[in-house]
């Protein structure tokens, strides 16, 4: 019951009700309780009608809510329901009561704010108990006992008989309530220059709980509480900030936190129609990387990403392009992957061990964010990357859970999780930029990149473009890498000296000229905003030019293959990497049709990563079973005739053809030691020849 003077303050909500929810009211009583129990305010709605009505409910939200509460039981309804206990959940709050969540502080205390973040942790939705009925084992008569966050309570004595019990809950006649805890973390989009993301716990109950997954982005609107740090025996004076959630929306836009003023767009038009603007791109990204202008183009067209199809059957092609670096030690590929997150819109570097409990993709896992016994689902990378790119260094060494989600996760973009009762499918649409170092840590120009590189085949096979980077001495190129450094350095130790230092004895200018050599073309700024514009404004498609390119190339590459002894050159895969990359091609000038020219650019890199590593080593021909199968054809041969040389020379010999036997035979027929040895291990390892003494062998 409102108190006396509080009654005015129901009158007024009930009045606000009438003025602009009666519609609402009257569709919430019909579907009262089972299908809905809660009437959505709008902030913004209740600040027209009272402003300091509005500006209360910020300040005292749980007792406007009570009042409000109170107002919907006694509102006149047509139908004879009673809304005993529907909810009022306020939404849509001011951007001043809307704080990053970061910048929560002490003073936020109980009031009401709203959060923007994604949900990277989520427990089951489970029933907590609000009110126990303790019914006495000896007299029978219920206790009941309200049950407030913390410990389980249990009554001091029974209300009847007055003894200690023993007691024995009443399910029955206890009262429970759906609940879920979510934790909230700030959007990559959010953080500039690698800040680590912080989060906000959200208590969420009854009907707003089960609606959100890890991977959503959503606005949090609730009552900022505390909770001690520490456990019950060892109690911290520090706390922790929860919220007690009123409402949870899932946030549909792109790019929440880009404004893209008109002086920006016309910047970017302009931008998109100079005639370099691929070169201005390509010095635009990691400028103190010297070389790599093929990888640079292409993160470029990752960046700006091709089209994602919607087919009439329903189904989806992918736009997003996924590419990985494999290659020697300090080649500079940390640091290019580090540098996407200056302009990808929205970004999430990570290495491939992981920084969480859930490394790449997604996990079930029981810890203490629920209550230790409550199953958690949490969100790894490429789901808090989704609708963005995902740059994961040391891709290699990530963990084995990952590797077999990762292949849904590339292909179809969403990860599956089915353990412990979660059945939980979540979206990782966003394309992967992976680095990756050889298996033997450096490169082996001689052997099959498929080999030296700890990834399955069918993994491998996803990535649209793969890059091999060695780095062997070249004089011209390492004095020109050397200049670059150089530069970059003093162009960076003069900006430092001009910062500390009070008298230099060079000139503004005279540093300006040399810090200019190093500056990107488009400053990263511009340039996120000139990506996101792109990817929400620009979907091109084909010119009959272009396709005829694409199928060309293709059909040439296939043709390659149809000598009957001669590997299949290159697969459908490759056809849609090459339409991904004339479609990014085109949506880097803005343009809503893909020309030639976009087509011919796709074909270019695609060629020279084929020469890269899609060609066997041994024969100098394109060889896709190196890429999508991990052993070239040469190799299978080579494999299958040294184990039929072992066989034959076995016959000869009672106890096993003799090691040294079978390596003179095979230099014979033009395999050399070492590499007849390395097959011979790899024989062994398969279980196909075994070693019945030592240095005889056996086929099985
Ligand atoms: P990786 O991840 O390939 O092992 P890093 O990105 O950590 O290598 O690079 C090692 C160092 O070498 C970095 O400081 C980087 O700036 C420098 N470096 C390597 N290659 C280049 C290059 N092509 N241009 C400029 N600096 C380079
Ligand atoms: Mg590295």
């Known amino acids: 019951m409102a108190q006396a003077g509080n009654s005015e303050l129901v009158d007024l909500f009930e009045q606000f009700f009438r003025n602009y929810y009666d519609n609402e009211i009257k569709q919430l009583a019909q579907r009262y309780p089972n299908e809905q129990r809660s009437l959505h305010v709008d902030w913004q709605d209740l600040y027209t009608f009272d402003h300091n009505l509005a500006d209360d409910f910020l300040n005292k939200p749980e007792q406007l809510q009570q009042y409000a509460e109170e107002a919907l039981r006694l509102y006149d309804l047509p139908i004879d329901v009673s809304l005993g206990q529907a909810h009022v959940r306020i939404r849509n709050l001011p951007e001043t009561e809307s704080p990053e969540i970061r ?52 009554p001091h004595e029974c209300q009847g008989c007055e003894r200690q019990g023993p007691f024995r809950v009443n399910f029955d006649q206890s009262e429970f309530v759906d609940s879920q805890k979510l934790r909230i973390q700030e959007s ?6 690698g800040e680590t993301p912080q989060s906000l716990d959200v208590h969420v109950e009854d009907d707003i709980t089960g609606e959100v997954t890890p991977g959503d982005h959503v606005s949090a609107t609730g009552v900022l509480r505390l909770e001690q740090q520490g456990d019950n025996q060892d109690k911290s004076p520090v706390f922790d900030f929860y919220m007690e959630g009123m409402s949870v929306d899932i946030d ?34 990691a400028p103190s990387i010297y070389g790599y202008n093929q990888e640079k183009l292409a993160m470029i067209l990752q960046l700006f990403s091709g089209v994602t199809k919607q087919l009439p059957d329903g189904s989806r092609i992918r736009g997003d392009l996924h590419m990985l670096l494999i290659g ?94 979660i059945n939980a499918t ?59 450094i150089i530069t970059t350095n003093y162009a960076g130790e003069l900006t430092t000296q001009r910062e500390e230092m009070s008298s230099l004895d060079v000139s503004d200018a005279e540093i300006d000229e040399m810090t200019e050599q190093v500056d990107p073309e488009i400053d990263a700024e511009l ?24 199928r060309d190339f293709y059909v040439d590459l296939r043709s ?34 893909v020309e030639q020219r976009d087509a011919e650019r796709s074909v270019e890199i695609v060629r020279s990563c084929l020469q890269d590593i899609g060609v066997d080593p041994e024969t100098g021909e394109f060889d896709a079973d190196i890429v999508e199968a991990g052993t070239s054809k040469s190799q299978r041969d080579r494999i299958k005739n040294l184990k039929g040389l072992i066989s034959d020379i076995e016959e000869e010999y ?44 056996r086929t099985t």
């Open 560 to 593: 390659r293959g149809t000598d009957e002894d001669a590997a299949v050159p290159v697969t459908a895969r490759k056809l849609e990497a090459l339409v991904r990359l004339a479609e990014a091609s085109a949506r880097v000038r803005l343009s809503d049709t």
């Open 426 to 484: 979540l979206k990782s649409r966003c394309s992967l930029l992976g680095a990756a170092n050889p298996k033997y840590g450096r490169f082996d120009q001689y052997e099959p990149i498929g080999e030296q590189i700890d990834l399955e085949p069918a993994l491998i096979s996803r990535f649209d473009l793969i890059f091999t980077v060695t780095d062997q001495p070249d004089e011209e190129k390492d004095r020109n890498l050397a200049e670059h």
């Open 188 to 193: 990559p989009e959010g953080l500039r220059g």
């Open 103 to 154: 910048e929560i502080r002490a003073p936020d205390m109980n009031s009401l704010v709203q959060v923007h973040g994604i949900v990277r942790k989520a427990t089951d939705v489970r029933p907590k108990i609000e009110e126990a009925a303790f019914e006495c084992q000896l007299c029978g008569t219920l206790t009941r006992v309200p049950q407030s966050s913390g410990d389980f309570q249990e």
């Open 527 to 550: 340039l996120r905003k000139y990506i996101a514009y792109a990817k929400q404004n620009c979907h091109p498609r084909m010119t009959d030019e272009a396709q005829a390119t694409i």
């Open 252 to 285: 549909e836009e792109q790019f929440e936190d880009m404004d893209i003023t008109g002086e920006d767009k016309e910047e970017i038009v302009r931008l998109s129609s100079s005639e370099d603007i691929y070169d201005k791109m390509i010095a635009s990204i």
């Open 328 to 421: 020697d030690p300090g080649t500079g590929k940390s640091q290019m992957l580090g540098y996407i997150q200056n302009i990808a819109p929205r970004s999430v570097y990570t290495s491939g061990k992981g920084s969480s409990s859930a490394g790449l993709t997604a996990a079930a896992v029981r810890d203490d964010f629920g209550d230790g016994q409550q199953w958690t689902l949490e969100a790894g990378a490429l789901v808090l990357a989704d609708q963005g790119i995902a740059a994961v260094d040391e891709l290699d060494k990530m963990r084995s859970e990952d590797r077999s989600a990762m292949h849904e996760a590339l292909e179809q973009q969403k990860i599956s999780v089915s353990k412990a009762g």
């Open 654 to 697: 009672d106890d096993g053809a003799p090691v040294d036997i079978v390596l003179e035979r095979a230099e014979e027929v033009g395999m050399d030691h070492s590499k007849a040895e390395h097959e011979i291990d790899k024989l062994k390892q398969k279980g196909e020849v075994y070693e019945p003494s030592t240095d005889t062998l």
